[in-house]
C-alpha cells in the first residue's frame, strides 16, 4: 500500500496541471482513485457526502457479480467434460471453465477500459467507472464459445455507440453490456444461437459429442418443441444446464440479487416487478394453453434462460431504468411482459429478456414523465380543493 | 436575392450542405438501398438526374406557375420524370431495377426534390438550378456509395458485386457482419458519418 501511495505521489506533480504529461491526467486520476479512497472534502457549506462514491458502487455490483462468475466458470468445465462423457474433479472442472471464461473477461474488459481511456483523453474529462460492471456482465451473458474478437468488436460498439456518443457513463439510454449482447445477437446471429455454441469445444467440428449429448439450453430445447426434455425445475435452478456463462444459476443470481438489496444498490422494486410481469404473463398463457409452449408453469418458466439475470443485475441499472419509485414498477412489469411474451410467442428469438430490456430502457424517460405528470396533477387538485375547502 | 457562383452550387451540397448528413433529408431511401453499392450507384444516378430535370423544368416554368398549385405542378413533372427514369432502369439494368424495386418510385416522395424545387428552382433562373439540381443529387450520391461500400463491404465481404475478403480470412475465423445488412445499421452509420463531418467542419456543430 505504501509503496502505491508513494509510486503515486512521485508521479502526481508531473501529470497536474502545466506539468509535463498533463494530458494524461485523466488517466492517472483514474488509478489513483481506484486505487485510494479519493480524499476530496467540500469547501464551502455544509453538504452531505454519501461515503460511497460511484466506484465503490461498481465494485460492490462486481462483487455481487462474483458468485455467478465463478459458478459460471465450473459450469462450462462440467459442461465440457459431459459432452465427452467424462467427469473430473471439483477444481479439474473450475480450472478448466477458468482457462475459457478469463480470455473473454480480459477482451472485454481491456478493449472496452481502451476506449474509454481514448475518450476520456481526447474529450479531456476524467475516466468514470461505468464500465467496471459492464466489463464483468459482458462475458456473463456470452455463450462460452464466443470467438474472442467477437467480444471485442461488440465491445467497442457497445461502448461508443451505447455510451459514448450519449456522453458517457451516466448518459446512456440502452443498457451498454446488453447492447454487446445485441450486436452479436444480430451481427453474428450463427455464433450466439443454435445448440452448439453454450458447450465450450462443441462449436469445432473435429470434436465429438457422445452420443444422447444435445447441448441445448433449456430454451432451445422448448423453441424446438422438445418439452420432455427440458430439465426439471431443481436442475435448472441449480445451474448445471447448458447457456451463456453467467445466467445458468438462479442460486448464484439470487446471491447477488442479496447483495444488491442488502447493500441497497439494486433496486428491489425493478426485481420483483420483473418477475411479477413475467408471471403475470405465463399465467395468462396457462389460462389460454394453445400450445404446449404456454402450459409451462411459472416455476419452470421463470427459471429458464437468462430471465433472472436480467432482472436482477440489467433492468436494475441506475442509468437506464426508470427512476421514479412508480416508474420503476411500471418499468419492471412491462419487461417481465414482454420478456415471456417474444420468449413463448416468436420462435426467432429463443429469449425475450435481452429485446425486452432494451426496449424498455428506451421507455423509461416517459415513464418517468407521465409518473412525475400524475404526481403534479393529483397535487394540484389536493391544492385546489384544499383551497375551496378554507 | 444575391447571385451564388455556380461552382459553389455544386460543391455546396457535397459537403457544407449535403442533403443527407447536414439537412437530414432523403434518409428513408438511404438506408433502403445501400445494401450493396451497385443499386446504391444506379439510386444516386436516377435521383440526380430527376433532382436535375425537375429543377431544370420547375426554374423554366417559375413565373408561370399559380402560387396555390405549384406543389400539384412540381409533382407531376417530378412524376413524370420518374416514370421515365423507371423504364430506362427496367429496359436497361433489369436486375438493378428489380432490387431497387419500389424505390425508384419513390424518387418521387424524396424530400430532397421537394426541397430544391421549393427552396432554389421556384427562386432562380434555370441554369443555376439545373446546377443545384445536379449539385445535391451528387452530395447524396456520395453519402449513398459510402453508405454502401461500407455495408457491402463488412456485411457481405464484397464491393461492387465481387468477393474482395479472401478466403483466408474466413478460415481465421472471420464473419460477416449480419448487422450490416439490416437497415438499423444503416441509421447507426448515418450517425457516424455526421459525426465525423461534423468534427472536421466544425461550424456544422449547431450551438
Redesign the interface.
Known amino acids: 500500500m505504501k509503496f502505491l501511495r508513494n509510486t503515486l505521489d512521485k508521479i502526481k506533480p508531473h501529470v497536474q496541471k502545466g506539468g509535463k504529461f498533463q494530458k494524461f491526467r485523466s488517466t492517472f486520476d483514474a488509478f489513483e482513485t481506484f486505487l485510494f479512497v479519493p480524499d476530496h472534502v467540500t469547501k464551502s457549506g455544509s453538504h452531505i457526502r454519501d461515503g460511497i462514491d460511484l466506484k465503490r458502487t461498481m465494485s460492490i455490483v462486481v462483487l455481487a457479480l462474483l458468485p455467478s462468475l465463478l459458478f459460471g466458470m465450473w459450469n462450462v468445465g462440467y459442461q465440457h467434460f459431459l459432452s465427452l462423457g467424462q467427469t473430473g474433479g471439483l477444481f479439474e472442472l473450475f480450472w478448466y471453465g477458468f482457462l475459457q471464461v478469463l480470455p473473454i473477461v480480459i477482451v472485454s474488459y481491456v478493449v472496452g477500459l481502451g476506449v474509454e481511456f481514448i475518450f476520456a483523453q481526447i474529450r479531456g474529462h476524467e475516466v468514470n467507472e461505468g464500465f467496471l460492471v459492464s466489463g464483468m456482465l459482458i462475458p456473463l451473458i456470452m455463450p462460452v464459445d464466443t470467438?474472442l474478437?467477437?467480444v471485442a468488436v461488440a465491445t467497442i460498439f457497445a461502448v461508443i455507440?451505447g455510451k459514448e456518443?450519449f456522453g458517457g457513463t451516466g448518459m446512456n439510454i440502452f443498457n451498454p453490456a446488453l447492447l454487446a449482447r445485441a450486436?452479436i445477437f444480430?451481427?453474428?446471429?450463427?455464433?450466439i444461437s443454435g445448440d452448439f455454441v453454450w458447450i465450450s469445444g462443441l462449436s469445432d467440428s473435429t470434436t465429438k459429442a457422445v452420443d444422447g449429448f444435445s447441448g441445448a439450453t433449456p430454451l432451445g430445447l422448448a423453441g424446438q418443441g422438445q418439452f420432455d426434455k427440458i430439465p426439471d425445475f431443481w436442475t435448472m435452478f441449480i445451474g448445471n444446464i447448458p447457456g451463456s456463462i453467467g445466467e445458468t444459476s438462479k442460486i448464484a443470481v439470487l446471491i447477488g440479487a442479496a447483495i444488491l438489496i442488502i447493500s441497497g444498490i439494486g433496486s428491489l422494486r425493478i426485481m420483483l416487478s420483473t418477475i411479477l410481469g413475467g408471471t403475470a404473463m405465463i399465467y395468462i398463457f396457462n389460462l389460454f394453453a394453445a400450445n404446449q409452449y404456454m402450459e409451462i408453469s411459472p416455476l419452470v418458466q421463470l427459471s429458464m434462460g437468462g430471465f433472472l439475470f436480467g432482472a436482477v443485475f440489467m433492468a436494475t441499472e441506475p442509468v437506464s431504468a426508470s427512476q421514479t419509485n412508480t416508474g420503476k414498477i411500471i418499468y419492471g412489469f412491462l419487461i417481465g411482459m414482454i420478456a415471456m411474451f417474444i420468449r413463448v410467442l416468436n420462435p426467432a428469438y429463443p429469449e425475450g429478456m435481452m429485446l425486452a430490456i432494451l426496449m424498455m430502457n428506451m421507455f423509461a424517460p416517459l415513464i418517468d414523465y407521465y409518473v412525475v405528470e400524475a404526481n403534479i396533477k393529483r397535487r394540484l387538485k389536493r391544492a385546489k380543493f384544499s383551497s375551496i375547502k378554507s | 436575392m444575391a447571385q451564388i457562383k455556380n461552382s459553389k452550387l455544386l460543391a455546396n451540397p457535397l459537403n457544407l450542405q449535403n442533403p443527407i448528413t447536414v439537412q437530414v433529408l432523403g434518409i428513408c431511401s438511404s438506408l433502403a438501398v445501400t445494401v450493396q453499392m451497385k443499386p446504391a450507384f444506379v439510386m444516386g444516378l436516377s435521383v440526380t438526374l430527376v433532382t436535375a430535370f425537375s429543377n431544370l423544368i420547375i426554374s423554366a416554368l417559375r413565373n408561370t406557375i399559380p402560387n396555390r398549385i405549384r406543389i400539384i405542378v412540381q409533382l407531376v413533372v417530378v412524376a413524370a420524370l420518374v416514370i421515365i427514369v423507371d423504364q430506362a432502369l427496367k429496359a436497361y439494368v433489369y436486375d438493378v431495377w428489380k432490387q431497387l424495386s419500389v424505390f425508384v418510385g419513390l424518387i418521387i416522395t424524396n424530400c430532397i426534390l421537394m426541397g430544391r424545387l421549393e427552396a432554389f428552382a421556384m427562386g432562380n433562373k434555370p441554369i443555376p438550378s439545373f446546377i443545384d439540381g445536379i449539385g445535391n443529387g451528387l452530395g447524396y450520391s456520395i453519402i449513398l456509395l459510402t453508405l454502401a461500400f461500407i455495408r457491402e463491404l463488412l456485411g457481405s465481404g464484397s464491393i461492387w458485386g465481387y468477393k474482395v475478403m479472401p478466403p483466408l480470412v474466413y478460415q481465421l475465423?472471420?464473419?460477416n457482419?449480419?448487422?450490416?445488412i439490416?437497415p438499423?445499421m444503416a441509421v447507426?452509420l448515418i450517425?457516424l458519418i455526421i459525426?465525423a463531418q461534423r468534427s472536421w467542419k466544425k461550424e456544422l456543430i449547431e450551438k
Open positions: 470467438p474478437w467477437m455507440i456518443v450486436f444480430f451481427a453474428y446471429p450463427s455464433k | 475465423g472471420y464473419e457482419n449480419g448487422l450490416m439490416l438499423p447507426i450517425g459525426w
